[in-house]
């Protein structure tokens, strides 16, 4: 799903008809399905998809889906967890239902209850999932289940179907019912459903029927997806929908409509005030350095309540608190709050107002897809930004991001196509990408070894840059206990399974220029391991966390960081009275003309001190690069995984 692109004008009808997936019932049980034992042209795969489906029916505003996979091997049994995510906000899972079908063709109905839990799916990505769990799956069942993801309704969204899948699929099945409503668009002419493809095989093409689509698929291999690669919606095949009128005749007379359409309605909504020219006089005060006036009024932006980033209100609760829609800059001003939209356009009032030429952007998002200018979906430009001009140069500005701190830009927004809006529609820039240093991780260690090989002690970690802004934003979703558990997981995901992690203070969650800092307690059993008279002792704490993503020797897709990124590291480990080092890592350091990593082991007295640095200046690299990438980070593994010997009995002397 993908945000809003078409409001709908008309009311939908009062009486519709009923989903695709509301009227199938379960696929009959073949005795194909309970022989299968194998994927074709892979014998150790862990389960295979007998059955895949997937209903659009935009007048219900709801998708069918239906998955009925098979277990072939005890791996294959982590396929009785399931989670639907759920991307769009506001949407919902209706009408689940689930049944086991055991070896011998007996069936059980699932009588459990769906949980709503978050996903982590990398760097700075989470969602909402739906998750249950079979019970009492073997291997040879056949687990299935088909459910409605309902959207929000008052309005017709742009979507997709997906073709292949982590399993090989024997059979799929895929139908798109168009929208037969009236449609509000911008350009005039009838709206009609169309579509366009991706990475498509040869023989699969989508065929119209009753104003929609439908489209038979079989034998779909897996899609092999590859740590650390670009989203994978880039590479699987697709079909995209999507609605339009006379502006889908041409890809750049569509962006130049759009653009125009975009431009004017900002233009309209900044205008020209005198209560404006006066907040900005007001914030600016008597400060003459340009740099710090337009910090000044981006501060006074972020002022403004933002609504983009709080949780959905009923109609009641609206009425309740009284907000109100702003229509104007000056609404935004005397309200005292906004959407990320409003905020931005704010700011631009405000910027204008204190003499800086001020261009309002709209930006792609590299979440989930990259930027396609042949998709004719003005959703894809999804966000504004500033393009201010000061001392000469140009300063990308991200003012309706909460958190988001002056001269920075959300990682999803940078390296990625923007429309620089003007009154003939603008043109296409690329939004810079953040170096290393605005994204940086800083652990501070102070461990004391015990005889026995445990280790306990304190740790200090600081966030910054879209570090600190990533888990600002996530910890909006969630409670103060649901922050202090997402703290604890992830400073565990660092760590042997075996440590026992606690929050001891937090400081920095409603900042914005300063680090999110946090305190932790730790121990963790068995960390050294005896040899003897001898403790053998990782110095550096921290787990890698990329140990498996560079392992294969070939690739097939490019590396990509979701942003560019430092780790500083500084661990002190006490060690226990009567034990000396008598063996030290040796120093390491690998350079690559984007990457660097240094790490120095140093002993004095009774105390082991490591210093590890990782500098990761690269986002998109080739698969060409990927030799290089895999012998750096294959370095950087052996240098964290090297360990000090201790002996026990002698005097400890300082050395390196």
């Known amino acids: 799903m993908r945000s809003i692109p078409y409001c709908i004008f008309a009311f939908c009808l009062a009486v519709t008809s009923l989903a695709y997936g509301q009227g199938e019932g379960w696929q009959p049980v073949t005795p194909q399905d309970l022989q299968v034992k194998e994927v074709p042209g892979d014998p150790g795969a862990s389960a295979i998809q007998l059955y895949y489906a ?11 889906f239906y998955h009925r996979i098979k277990v072939l091997n005890d791996k294959g049994k982590s396929y009785a967890d399931v989670e639907i995510p759920i991307f769009l906000p506001g949407s919902s899972i209706s009408d689940l239902k689930a049944r086991t079908i055991h070896p011998d063709g007996k069936i059980v109905e699932f009588s459990g209850k769906a949980f709503e839990k978050t996903i982590i799916k990398g760097q700075g990505i989470k969602y909402l ?17 088909k459910f409605l993801l309902m959207m929000p309704e008052g309005a017709v969204y742009n979507n997709s179907w997906t073709i292949q899948h982590d399993l090989y699929t024997v059979k799929e099945a895929f139908k798109m019912k168009s929208y037969t409503g009236e449609l509000q668009t911008k350009h005039g002419g009838n709206s009609q459903l169309s579509m366009i493809t991706s990475n498509m095989p040869a023989n699969l093409k989508p065929q119209r029927k009753g104003g929609g689509f439908e489209m038979q698929a079989q034998d779909i291999a897996a899609f092999q997806a590859e740590d650390y690669m670009p989203p994978e919606d880039n590479y699987k095949p697709q079909v995209r929908f999507f609605y339009g009128g006379s502006e889908i005749s041409s890809m750049d007379k569509f962006w130049q409509d759009a653009g125009r359409d975009w431009y004017n309605e900002d233009e309209h909504f900044i ?14 005060g008597k400060e003459t350095d340009w740099d710090q006036q337009v910090r000044k009024l981006y501060a006074r932006a972020q002022q403004i309540r933002n609504l983009t980033y709080e949780r959905d209100r009923s109609k009641e609760e609206l009425k309740k608190e009284n907000l109100k829609p702003n229509n104007n800059v000056v609404d935004v001003l005397n309200h005292g709050y906004g959407t990320r939209h409003d905020i931005v356009l704010f700011f631009a009032a405000l910027a204008r107002a204190g003499g800086f030429r001020t261009t309002v952007l709209r930006v792609s998002n ?8 042949g998709m004719f979906s003005e959703d894809q430009l999804d966000t504004e930004m500033a393009l201010v001009k000061i001392n000469g140069e140009e300063v990308y500005l991200d003012p309706g991001t909460k958190f988001c701190p002056y001269g920075f830009v959300r990682w999803i927004r940078t390296s990625t196509a923007a429309l620089k809006l003007d009154k003939d529609g603008g043109i296409f820039v690329i939004v810079p990408a953040a170096p290393h240093d605005k994204a940086v991780v800083q652990r501070l260690a102070t461990l004391v070894l015990g005889e026995d090989g445990s280790l306990s002690g304190d740790v200090t970690v600081q966030f910054q840059g879209s570090e600190a802004l990533e888990r600002r934003l996530d910890a909006m979703q969630t409670d103060e206990a649901g922050r202090k558990k997402s703290l604890e997981d992830e400073l565990k995901s660092w760590l042997p399974s075996a440590a026992i992690v606690e929050v001891k203070e937090v400081s920095g969650w409603d900042g914005e220029d300063d680090p999110l800092k946090v305190q932790f307690h730790l121990q963790i059993p068995g960390y050294a391991s005896s040899a003897g008279k001898r403790l053998l002792l990782p110095p550096y704490l921290f787990q890698t966390k990329r140990k498996d993503a560079f392992k294969h020797a070939d690739r097939k897709y490019p590396v990509y960081f979701a942003y560019a990124f430092t780790e500083n590291d500084a661990i002190s480990i006490k060690l226990p009275a009567g034990y000396r080092v008598e063996g030290s890592p040796k120093d390491q350091e690998v350079k690559l003309p984007y990457a660097l990593y240094q790490q120095t082991n140093t002993t004095s007295g009774s105390e082991l001190v490591t210093k590890r640095a990782l500098l990761f200046n690269g986002i998109y690299l080739d698969v060409k690069l990927y030799s290089e990438v895999k012998d750096f980070f294959g370095k950087v593994q052996a240098g964290d995984e090297q360990q000090a010997v201790l002996r026990a009995g002698g005097s400890t002397s300082a050395q390196k």
């Open 54 to 64: 997937d209903y659009i029916d935009d007048n219900n505003h709801s998708e069918f």
């Open 129 to 145: 999932a739906k998750t249950f769990t079979f019970p009492e799956v073997t291997v040879g069942s056949i687990v299935e289940y």
């Open 366 to 373: 590299r979440k989930e897809r990259f930027f396609d200018k």
């Open 271 to 284: 205008g020209n005030h005198k209560e404006i020219q006066a907040a900005a006089a007001e914030a600016i």
